[in-house]
């Protein structure tokens, strides 16, 4: 008696059937985070103009002027889109799963199939978010040139890629010590002030610069304001210390994230 050959699903196929589980919770968390709203997506756009606004204010009653000849809506921009992309990406992939605990009893979701998607949207809105800002900062007469297209791509490559890693670092950490869910809000808020989201930390003296340029996000920010910059001196940052970073915390991120996995199924 033969027995039944089951045909083996092969990689084409799986991949596919996990890029529609992934295109289809994009949707939903866009749906979820701006359908209920009556600015809608547009509410994701109105945070990140009024903290440049906020900033950008105080900027020019002190007087200080962006360097390298950047406008100041220019020089804000390249700090918070970074930032937001990081920042939002770790925060996003550490309540992923809380939120979407009735979508893991479908077989073809997964923990990482929800974090991928949150990240692709948080990735997405602040695409959107920059587009939107610098079309308003030309229209109002702002000095801008992109001088170094290639330095902005590769920085909207790498931004979300340390992002993604480290929030499955920190997501799946959480999973086998929740207290780190309370520590992470501490730690994003100095990371906010230590990354050079609204000043140039190349302009700072070694004795601060120096440590503040261990933070792979000021690296991240001071590279993409060369891009905009006039002057013809990178600001101070490593492509390869950024890359390192970004590979590390993925493959660890990943590695934790199915080994808290297999912790939560026990």
Not at 59 to 85: S, Y
Not at 166 to 172: E, M, R
Not at 202 to 226: C, D, G, K, M
Request: glycine share 6%; aromatic share 12%.
């Amino acid at each position: 008696m033969n027995a039944c050959a089951f045909p083996t699903p092969s990689v084409s196929s799986a991949l596919t059937v996990q890029g529609r589980v992934i295109a289809a919770l994009i949707l939903r968390e866009v749906h979820t985070l701006y359908g209920n709203t009556k600015l809608g997506y547009l509410w994701a756009i109105i945070q990140t103009v009024f903290a440049i606004s906020v900033f950008w204010f105080f900027r020019e009653v002190l007087g200080a002027h962006a360097p390298h000849g950047m406008g100041t809506a220019v020089f804000l921009l390249c700090g918070f889109i970074p930032w937001h992309i990081f920042s939002d990406m770790l925060t996003r992939c550490m309540k992923a799963v809380d939120a979407n605990q009735a979508l893991l009893t479908f077989p073809q979701v997964t923990e990482l199939d929800l974090m991928i998607a949150r990240c692709i949207v948080v990735w997405g809105t602040q695409l959107v978010c920059a587009i939107v800002i610098l079309s308003i900062a030309a229209f109002m007469g702002q000095s801008m040139e992109l001088r170094h297209p290639g330095t902005l791509a590769a920085t909207l490559f790498f931004a979300p890629l340390l992002g993604l890693g480290t929030g499955l670092v920190f997501a799946s950490l959480a999973r086998l010590w929740p207290t780190l869910e309370r520590l992470v809000p501490i730690l994003m808020r100095f990371l906010f002030f230590a990354s050079g989201v609204f000043f140039q930390v190349s302009e700072l003296p070694a004795r601060f610069s120096t440590p503040l340029l261990l933070n792979p996000v000021a690296q991240l920010i001071e590279w993409q304001r060369y891009g905009f910059s006039a002057s013809s001196a990178a600001p101070l940052y490593s492509a390869g210390y950024v890359a390192a970073w970004c590979l590390t915390s993925l493959c660890l991120g990943l590695l934790l994230e199915r080994y808290a996995r297999g912790r939560a199924i026990r």
